[in-house]
Nanobody, 124 residues
Framework: VQLQASGGGLVQTGDSLRLSCVVPVNTLTRGTVGWFRQAPGKDREFVAADGRGTYYADSVKDRFTISSDTAKKTVYLQMNSLKPDDTAVYYC?????????????????????RGQGTQVTVSS
């Protein structure tokens, strides 16, 4: 199963966007789902995850919210107060295991299900 993030676009500073990603339902009910991003010329970085707890990168805390809808088998990333530094390709990831250690939930290659990203561009 290859995941596909959607909902990206071109917005202005201060705007909001909601990203979506359909995932295997068991990853929502007893596993971990996460969001990552990669800006041009930079390494992929952790954004948020929902496993045994909800975790956020310091750079997005209080602005981004990860949530899910089990009936729709979808994980969301609500992004508010967007900044130019948030410009990146955003990826979702999911795993059947429930991660509680940052060592696991913050590393994209720890997730079994990964896939294509969606571009988010924030203009100043």
């Amino acid at each position: 199963v290859q995941l596909q993030a959607s909902g990206g676009g071109l917005v202005q500073t201060g705007d909001s966007l909601r990203l979506s990603c359909v995932v295997p339902v068991n990853t929502l009910t007893r596993g971990t789902v996460g969001w990552f991003r990669q800006a041009p010329g930079k390494d992929r970085e952790f954004v948020a995850a929902d496993g045994r707890g909800t975790y956020y990168a310091d750079s997005v805390k209080d602005r981004f919210t990860i949530s899910s809808d089990t009936a729709k088998k979808t994980v969301y990333l609500q992004m508010n107060s967007l900044k130019p530094d948030d410009t990146a390709v955003y990826y979702c990831a999911a795993d059947d295991r429930s991660f509680s250690s940052r060592y696991h939930y913050s590393q994209a290659d720890r997730y079994y299900y990964r896939g294509q990203g969606t571009q988010v561009t924030v203009s100043s």
